[in-house]
Nanobody, 121 residues
């Protein structure tokens, strides 16, 4: 059983910062990539940032230069440091991981429950 648990969301004023965390736990053999998507009501879930096992990163154009994804492999944890937050960053942020649970399994995508980020004065 694999679980992804996010934390760190909340209410912040425009220009402020938040750091999201996502911990993957359970039977995990390897993680191919792990990161964050976000979603607002009536819109599709969109990619925010990803971090592959080899270290490559990918960011949405709207967050480049403001958000940074990092990791602690020993803890199967990814962090999303969000600076210079804007009202349009308001969304539910979902952690995901593409991982395999044992050596012979295929990679599958797992999702966290989501954490609300609200940027408002």
């Amino acid at each position: 059983q694999v679980q992804l648990v996010e934390s760190g969301g909340g209410l912040v004023q425009p220009g402020g910062s938040l750091r999201l965390s996502c911990v993957a736990s359970g039977s995990i053999f390897s993680i191919a990539d792990m990161g964050w998507y976000r979603q607002t009501p009536g819109k599709e879930r969109e990619l925010v940032a990803t971090l592959a096992s080899r270290g490559s990163t990918n960011y949405a154009d709207s967050v480049k230069g403001r958000f940074t994804i990092s990791r602690d492999d020993a803890k199967n944890t990814r962090y999303l440091q969000m600076n210079s937050l804007k009202p349009e960053d308001t969304a539910v942020y979902y952690c995901y991981a593409n991982l395999k649970v044992y050596v012979a399994s295929n990679y599958a995508t797992y999702w966290g429950q989501g954490t609300q980020v609200t940027v408002s004065s």
